[in-house]
């Protein structure tokens, strides 16, 4: 089995960087992406001295100000110029009150403002909070790339399980078949996000999609890494997101806070370096060889 492990939210404060350079150094991670907009995201230039690694941008709406000018994007930013709650964005996009060149002003001004800082080493594209699931968003990720002849991978929502047994672990995706142990509601969600993947296949690549466990977040199935006792047999690339920050300091009280620490330390954990050995680390990069 291939894994990416991207660190989500490069920028947003100076202890996510730090701990996303440490983890790069220490070969526990493969791949970030960067919030553009964030105040700390210029520190992205570092980045590009680490080899083999993936950087791609966080393509964000929800969270702190636009690149652009307001003004030029007054639809999806309140009246201080900042950008709408996700549930405030999607209940404008529900009532079409959204302008989709809002949207692709601010897309292509977050991949100019990271390619400013990185050059061409954007390897792909994901999203704070789900955006790329939003219409207009892919959409201008398509003009993107038409536009400036990219060679594009993007994050997929499709999830993939990695089974309890330690001594002969696996990964299986749910079907109709497997329905009494995911239920009926998470197959038929998987067949749309497997149907969503395919599409998207057409002009981007893509990992096969994300990997969890039942209890579907990023903590619970690194530790579940880390008790692995076998090689995992499995021809798929997959994604696990990741947010680890080496302190809470800058970070407002979510309920993120305090998992990002405990996901730096775990990332670090001797054991988890163990586990390195029964998959094989790859970033983004590898969609193109």
Known sequence: MKLII???????????????????????ISSTSVMANMPYAEEAKKLTSFSDISIGLHINFTQGKPVSEASRVYSIVDNDGNFLMKSELLEKLKQNKVLYEHIKIEFFA????????????????DSHQGSTRIPMVYRALLELSKEKELKTAVRVHSKYYLSNSEMCPKVSNPRIFNAHKFG??????????????????????????????????ALS???????????????????????????????????????????????????????????DLVSYNSLYS
């Open 110 to 125: 977050q991949y100019e403002q990271l390619r400013y800082f990185v050059g061409d080493n954007i390897s792909h594209f």
């Open 184 to 217: 009926l509601k998470r197959v038929l969600a998987e067949y749309y996000f497997r149907a969503k993947r395919n599409n998207w296949r057409k002009t981007c690549r893509t990992p096969d999609g994300m990997l969890f466990n039942l209890n579907n977040n």
């Open 6 to 28: 991207n660190a989500d939210d490069f920028g947003m404060t100076q202890p996510i960087n730090e701990a996303i350079s440490e983890l790069f150094h220490q070969k526990r």
């Open 221 to 279: 199935i690194l530790s579940d890494l880390t008790k692995l006792k076998s090689r995992i047999k499995d021809d798929g690339i997959y994604e696990i997101s990741c947010h680890p920050a080496s302190s809470i300091v800058g970070l407002d009280n979510t309920v993120m806070t305090e998992i990002r620490f405990k996901e730096y330390n775990l990332l670090k954990s001797a054991e988890f370096e163990e586990s390195l050995k029964y998959y």
